[in-house]
């Protein structure tokens, strides 16, 4: 596995706007771009005139290092939060949205504050949970880790969730919160912290055996015991192979499975694997994915196969870690 340490400069920042109504300052075109100072807002705020305040920050990491064909195996956001300024009983959760490649510009440009250039879930913290004049750790989930580019940079998008669902506040309520930028130094600045195995680094191998199994046996009347009455002399090599040519007869293939993998897998014990009949490799898929194609994890149903009509349901039995070109793997031990 390597690992990635990327840092926001001073292209971040925030971009607030202020109307009389909450429904306004949501679907506002456009805002007040604030990319200089040492500071951005996240959240909603409320004056007493009344005007609502909406504020979303955008933070600009350097990801050119990264692979390409990278698999990103893990990635925690770590931003500094400098106050929170949050009403009793108006916590909320700090959302991570992507609108790339388009949004936000490069720099930051009034349009880039509508609402519907993002979108998507790619992890949060709630600010119950967040801790003043600290950094706090935002750790993306499987959407999010898709927003981060390899070989560019990566754009990223934080707003709060009461923004994003619409969810209007009293006069004179406050839920946001203000995080350092790269304007207050080195030391305050927000990081994206990556690692990842190289696509390509890590071989998938398919080996399997073949077994009858005990109701196999049983219908062919149990075991059986061969008798060879003859008046040839025979080595015990050329016995067990016509023993064996016996028994084969009678067998009705169980097939067993070892799948080794670029680790963490997104199995578990108990899982189904869809096997293609007519593949006796596991096939690499494209690299902009670096993954091995499987069916939602919620469903614990898995597949390794292109598009084929002979499909065998495979139970995984074991799940061992191991290490191997230098990189972690994991290991499958399918039964059909």
Known sequence: MSELVCYTTTKDGYIYKADTTFAAAHAALTGTVSDEGTNSDIGINVTATPAWNINRAFLYFDTSALPTDA????????????????????????????????????PLATGDFLYSHYSGDGGSVNTADVTGDAYNDIELNTAGKRFIKGGETTKLCLRSDDDINEVAYPASKNAYIDIWMKEAGDAYRARLTITYAEFGSVESTVDATATASAADIAKTGGKRTLTIDNHLIQTTTIAQAVADAYLADYKDQKTKLTITKPTPPPYEIGDTVKRDYSETELPYYAATSALISYIAATSGVHGYFPAGISLQDML????????SAGNYVSVLELES
């Open 71 to 106: 698999i990103i195996v893990k990635a925690v956001l770590s931003i500094y939060v400098h106050h929170k300024y949050i009403s009793v009983g108006y916590n909320f959760n700090i959302v991570v949205q992507d609108g790339q490649p388009t949004y936000p510009h490069d």
């Open 316 to 323: 995984i039995r074991k799940i061992n870690l191991g290490f």
